[in-house]
Each structure stands twice: as structure tokens, then as C-alpha cells.
């Protein structure tokens, strides 16, 4: 049996947990962090100075050498110890920085799994954060988004959501709802005298004003979503127009195979690209046709789900081969617009510019469409500039206070604000006030997801399994 904690067993949280802090492989230096009751007794154990760091009071950082139990030089090191609470976990902890490259940082764990110190999961100092009360579960997620984010607006929206903009924001509605849930509760304790302490005006205009807030808060998804994830993309066409062509194009490396055979890509291939500082997401699909194999019948299913979930799609058209008329260009438009419910930009390209006669160009510039060529790369840039420039736009909070960025998130303001909506037509409805705390109470715990007061460990599994080890 192997002796590898599971994540049933991340909830112990006595056991003093390492890993290593900075990525593995080649680096100036690299740092293992130890957190845990035992954390700086462990660090001590393999330390040549153990008592000047079993002494030592709370962000001191101490100079030695960590040692073999046979008392071999393993490295050269300096240990910082943070003492409970004022730590990142909250819990005692100490970080050793020792010469960066894998035998070194492997031998300090190696040494710290002999003292009985395990090797931390993904994100499990952060989970012990939380825990702890170092952090919210916003907080929390914002940590994971600081490290992955890829853009400077990404990386200032995690930012602030780790400040605790948004736990701030929610806090601030969940304090009116508990107001209206108390005053409900009360009236419904004094039903029988007929006590009313909230006027029916007053409750309803505070629902309403937080039902707003949760939808202010939950229309900013829209742009959280395009600033995590980048810009969706979608490459679409007939077999053969020269999508997987463009791809290679657009990511300047030949990811996707081409070939001259209508039906050449049958899986969709995905991958992120930046264009001009902004996060895009390409997608290249099958050829939409409905002659084909079953497995090509599959991936032009995809190719529509795609299509739906896209934010842009750019319709490629053979212009060296399909007739370029308004009617066909305005007909796919009309295509795209229905199956993404008028959300997606659509951007139609004449691909293969480079063989067309001028009077197939002309032909192009009359009805709306951009001539382009895979092949040698001209409009390319009217190309990126574009996606570029609507990346900026789809991503920007428009000013407003907090950004939802977080796909969780905004489910449970879709909860709280489909609670709020069902008690304020209760009301409308005059039905019973027992019915009305209820839906508010309903749409205080949503918010309280957020933000982990309540949340299952399924929820904090899931979350947390996302972070990398070491965090
Ligand atoms: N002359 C010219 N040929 C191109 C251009 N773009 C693509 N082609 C050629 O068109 C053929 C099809 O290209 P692909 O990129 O595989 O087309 P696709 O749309 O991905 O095709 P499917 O995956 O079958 O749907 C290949 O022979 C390409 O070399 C272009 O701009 N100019
Ligand atoms: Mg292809």
C-alpha cells in the first residue's frame, strides 16, 4: 500500500506538511516550505544550527547548513521561520532556500520526510490558510488566479480580489439580506400579535436593491470570464477553407496539420495565444459538411458547439473557389448570429487572397469580406488587431468596483440573485412571510459559498486540487 496521502486525508491538519515552493529544475535558488506544529522543530532537526532556529522569535531568517543524519553537508542554506499565527498558513512554518537545481531541493525533502514531516498536496498550505482564517475562499481562489494570470489585467484583478474586493462587496449584501432575514424571523416569531417590524415598502425596496447588486456583480462575469480565459476564438469554415492553415498562421507554429484533403481536422485543437499584451483563446474545427464518416460527423457537432460558445467567430471562405456574393456572406452572418444568440462577433475572411483574380478582391471589398492568405500572411495583421482590440474591450470591467472573474463564483450569485427574484414575487404575490425568509435565506447562503463560510469539502477538494504543490 502506498504510504501517498489521499485527499480523504488532507483534513488532517496536525501533521506538518513540505514541498517544494519554487518549480523544479535548474534555478539560482529554490525554496521548501514547512508548515505545521512541527514545522520549525522538523527544519531544526536537519539544521547545523538548531538552536538558534528552535529559539528563534517569529520573521528571523537564520544562516547554516542542512545536514545528512550522519552529519554530511546537503546545502548551504538560509532557514526563515514565521511563527502561529503570523504566517502564511497560519500555523508555525519556515522556509528553506537552498541552491536552486533537483538533487539539492530533492535531498532538503528527502531529509525533512525522514524526520516524519509529508509531502504536501496541491494547494494544501493555502487550504491550511483558510482554515486557519488567513484567508477567505475568494481570497483563496485568488491566490491560485495571481499565479496563473498571464495579462497585467488578469494579474490586477486577482490582485484585488485577494485584497478582498469582492469578499468586501459581498459582504456588504449579505449584511443588508441578514437584516431583512432577521427582521422576517422576528414577525414571524410575533405572527400571532401581528407584528410587522419591517414595513412591506421598505422590505421590498431592500430586496430589490440587493437582487440589483447581485446582478451589478454577476453582469461583470461577462468580462471576468474573457480576462481569465482570453478572448474565445473560433476558427469555422467548409473542409478545406484554410482554417487549421490560419491557426498556424495566427499562433506562428504549425500545431495543426493541413493538408489538401477536405476533412483533414476532425477533433477541435485549442490553444491560447497573446495578441498584443491580450489572452486569446484560438479554436480550429472540422469543416462543417454534413457528408462524412461517423467520427466526422462527430466533430462537425463540435465545431457547432464551439461555434455557440464562441466570442468571436472568424468564418474562413476558399475565395479561389466559393463564389463571393452579398447573399452567402449575409446568410452565414445570419447563421452565426442565430446559433450564438447575437454574442459572438463575426468576423468573415476571404482566405487564399494570394491566388484570386483582382476581381474577386473587388468582389470581397463589396460585400463586407477581408481578403486574407494563410499562406503568405496577408491581412493578418487586420486580422490580430481586431481580435486584439476586442479583447481589450470583452475583458474591461468598465469601471465597475469588483470583477467576477470566477465561473463558482458567479453560479452563486445566479443562485442568490434566482432566491432573490422568487422571494420578491412572493411578495408581490402577498404570500406568506415564512415563504420570503426562506428565499432569503436561500440567497444569503449562495453568497456565503463565495466567500466558504459554508462549503462542502467536495467544493474544497475540487478547488484546491487546481492549485500547484508547494501553495
Ligand atoms: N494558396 C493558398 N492555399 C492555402 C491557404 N490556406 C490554406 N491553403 C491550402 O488549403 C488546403 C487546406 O488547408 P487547411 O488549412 O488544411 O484547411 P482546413 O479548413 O483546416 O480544412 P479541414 O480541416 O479539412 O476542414 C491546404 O492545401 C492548404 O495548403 C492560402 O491562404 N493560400
Ligand atoms: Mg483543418
Same mark, same amino acid.
Request: net charge negative; proline share 3%.
Given at each position: 500500500m502506498s504510504d501517498t496521502p489521499t485527499i480523504a486525508t488532507v483534513t488532517d491538519r496536525e501533521d506538518t506538511i513540505a514541498a517544494l515552493a519554487t518549480p523544479p529544475g535548474t534555478s539560482g535558488i529554490a525554496v521548501v516550505r514547512v508548515s505545521g506544529t512541527d514545522a520549525i522543530a522538523r527544519a531544526a532537526g536537519i539544521f547545523s544550527r538548531a538552536d538558534s532556529l528552535l529559539a528563534a522569535p517569529s520573521h528571523t531568517v537564520h544562516h547554516g547548513f542542512?545536514?545528512?543524519?550522519?552529519?554530511?553537508?546537503?546545502?548551504?542554506?538560509?532557514? !526563515?521561520? %514565521? #511563527?502561529?499565527?503570523?504566517s502564511y498558513t497560519g500555523e508555525d512554518s519556515a522556509e528553506i532556500s537552498c541552491h536552486g537545481g533537483t538533487a539539492v531541493s530533492r535531498a532538503v525533502l528527502e531529509r525533512l520526510f525522514e524526520t516524519g514531516v509529508r509531502h504536501a498536496l496541491p494547494g494544501e498550505f493555502t487550504?491550511?490558510? %483558510?482554515?486557519?482564517?488567513?484567508?477567505?475562499?475568494?481570497?483563496?481562489?485568488?491566490?491560485?488566479?495571481?499565479? !496563473?494570470?498571464?495579462?497585467?489585467?488578469?494579474h490586477r484583478a486577482s490582485m484585488r480580489q485577494l485584497e478582498g474586493a469582492l469578499s468586501k462587496h459581498i459582504a456588504a449584501i449579505r449584511e443588508e439580506l441578514?437584516?431583512?432575514?432577521s427582521m422576517l424571523e422576528l414577525s414571524l416569531d410575533f405572527a400571532e400579535e401581528d407584528v410587522r417590524l419591517l414595513p412591506p415598502d421598505e422590505l421590498r425596496s431592500a430586496l430589490a436593491r440587493a437582487r440589483d447588486t447581485v446582478h451589478a456583480a454577476l453582469d461583470t462575469y461577462a468580462s471576468g470570464r474573457v480576462l481569465r480565459e482570453g478572448l474565445t476564438v473560433v476558427l469555422a469554415g467548409r473542409p478545406n477553407a484554410g482554417k487549421s492553415s490560419m491557426l498556424n498562421a495566427l499562433l506562428g507554429t504549425p500545431r495543426a496539420i493541413v493538408t489538401d484533403m477536405p476533412g483533414t481536422t476532425r477533433d477541435y485543437i485549442e490553444e491560447q495565444a497573446m495578441l498584443h499584451g491580450s489572452l486569446v483563446r484560438f479554436v480550429d474545427t472540422a469543416g462543417l459538411r454534413s457528408a462524412g464518416d461517423s467520427a466526422e460527423r462527430a466533430g462537425v457537432a463540435l465545431s457547432k458547439e464551439w461555434i455557440a460558445a464562441a466570442d468571436v467567430v472568424c468564418y474562413l471562405i476558399d475565395a479561389s473557389e466559393e463564389d463571393i456574393d452579398?447573399?452567402?456572406? !449575409?446568410?452565414?452572418?445570419?447563421?452565426?448570429?442565430?446559433a450564438t444568440g447575437s454574442r459572438a462577433e463575426v468576423i468573415l475572411l476571404a482566405n487564399k487572397a494570394d491566388i484570386v483574380t483582382p476581381e474577386t478582391r473587388r468582389a470581397c471589398a463589396r460585400v463586407g469580406l477581408l481578403p486574407v492568405s494563410a499562406l503568405t500572411g496577408d491581412g493578418l495583421d487586420t486580422v490580430t488587431s481586431r481580435l486584439s482590440s476586442l479583447a481589450r474591450t470583452r475583458s474591461s470591467s468598465g469601471g465597475e468596483e469588483v470583477l467576477v472573474t470566477n465561473a463558482r463564483h458567479a453560479e452563486c450569485l445566479r443562485r442568490s440573485s434566482a432566491a432573490l427574484d422568487a422571494g420578491l414575487a412572493a411578495l408581490a404575490d402577498g404570500r406568506t412571510e415564512e415563504i420570503l425568509a426562506y428565499e432569503v435565506r436561500?440567497?444569503? #447562503?449562495?453568497?456565503?459559498?463565495?466567500?466558504?463560510?459554508?462549503? !462542502?469539502?467536495?467544493?474544497?477538494?475540487?478547488? %484546491?486540487? #487546481? %492549485?500547484?504543490?508547494?501553495?
Amino acid at each position: 500500500m502506498s504510504d501517498t496521502p489521499t485527499i480523504a486525508t488532507v483534513t488532517d491538519r496536525e501533521d506538518t506538511i513540505a514541498a517544494l515552493a519554487t518549480p523544479p529544475g535548474t534555478s539560482g535558488i529554490a525554496v521548501v516550505r514547512v508548515s505545521g506544529t512541527d514545522a520549525i522543530a522538523r527544519a531544526a532537526g536537519i539544521f547545523s544550527r538548531a538552536d538558534s532556529l528552535l529559539a528563534a522569535p517569529s520573521h528571523t531568517v537564520h544562516h547554516g547548513f542542512v545536514r545528512t543524519a550522519r552529519g554530511e553537508a546537503i546545502d548551504e542554506t538560509l532557514v !526563515s521561520v %514565521f #511563527r502561529s499565527p503570523h504566517s502564511y498558513t497560519g500555523e508555525d512554518s519556515a522556509e528553506i532556500s537552498c541552491h536552486g537545481g533537483t538533487a539539492v531541493s530533492r535531498a532538503v525533502l528527502e531529509r525533512l520526510f525522514e524526520t516524519g514531516v509529508r509531502h504536501a498536496l496541491p494547494g494544501e498550505f493555502t487550504r491550511r490558510a %483558510f482554515l486557519n482564517g488567513k484567508l477567505d475562499l475568494a481570497q483563496a481562489e485568488a491566490v491560485a488566479d495571481l499565479i !496563473s494570470a498571464q495579462t497585467a489585467s488578469a494579474h490586477r484583478a486577482s490582485m484585488r480580489q485577494l485584497e478582498g474586493a469582492l469578499s468586501k462587496h459581498i459582504a456588504a449584501i449579505r449584511e443588508e439580506l441578514v437584516r431583512c432575514a432577521s427582521m422576517l424571523e422576528l414577525s414571524l416569531d410575533f405572527a400571532e400579535e401581528d407584528v410587522r417590524l419591517l414595513p412591506p415598502d421598505e422590505l421590498r425596496s431592500a430586496l430589490a436593491r440587493a437582487r440589483d447588486t447581485v446582478h451589478a456583480a454577476l453582469d461583470t462575469y461577462a468580462s471576468g470570464r474573457v480576462l481569465r480565459e482570453g478572448l474565445t476564438v473560433v476558427l469555422a469554415g467548409r473542409p478545406n477553407a484554410g482554417k487549421s492553415s490560419m491557426l498556424n498562421a495566427l499562433l506562428g507554429t504549425p500545431r495543426a496539420i493541413v493538408t489538401d484533403m477536405p476533412g483533414t481536422t476532425r477533433d477541435y485543437i485549442e490553444e491560447q495565444a497573446m495578441l498584443h499584451g491580450s489572452l486569446v483563446r484560438f479554436v480550429d474545427t472540422a469543416g462543417l459538411r454534413s457528408a462524412g464518416d461517423s467520427a466526422e460527423r462527430a466533430g462537425v457537432a463540435l465545431s457547432k458547439e464551439w461555434i455557440a460558445a464562441a466570442d468571436v467567430v472568424c468564418y474562413l471562405i476558399d475565395a479561389s473557389e466559393e463564389d463571393i456574393d452579398a447573399e452567402q456572406a !449575409s446568410g452565414i452572418q445570419a447563421s452565426i448570429e442565430r446559433a450564438t444568440g447575437s454574442r459572438a462577433e463575426v468576423i468573415l475572411l476571404a482566405n487564399k487572397a494570394d491566388i484570386v483574380t483582382p476581381e474577386t478582391r473587388r468582389a470581397c471589398a463589396r460585400v463586407g469580406l477581408l481578403p486574407v492568405s494563410a499562406l503568405t500572411g496577408d491581412g493578418l495583421d487586420t486580422v490580430t488587431s481586431r481580435l486584439s482590440s476586442l479583447a481589450r474591450t470583452r475583458s474591461s470591467s468598465g469601471g465597475e468596483e469588483v470583477l467576477v472573474t470566477n465561473a463558482r463564483h458567479a453560479e452563486c450569485l445566479r443562485r442568490s440573485s434566482a432566491a432573490l427574484d422568487a422571494g420578491l414575487a412572493a411578495l408581490a404575490d402577498g404570500r406568506t412571510e415564512e415563504i420570503l425568509a426562506y428565499e432569503v435565506r436561500g440567497a444569503i #447562503r449562495a453568497l456565503d459559498e463565495i466567500i466558504g463560510t459554508v462549503t !462542502s469539502d467536495d467544493v474544497l477538494n475540487a478547488i %484546491f486540487s #487546481r %492549485f500547484c504543490i508547494g501553495k
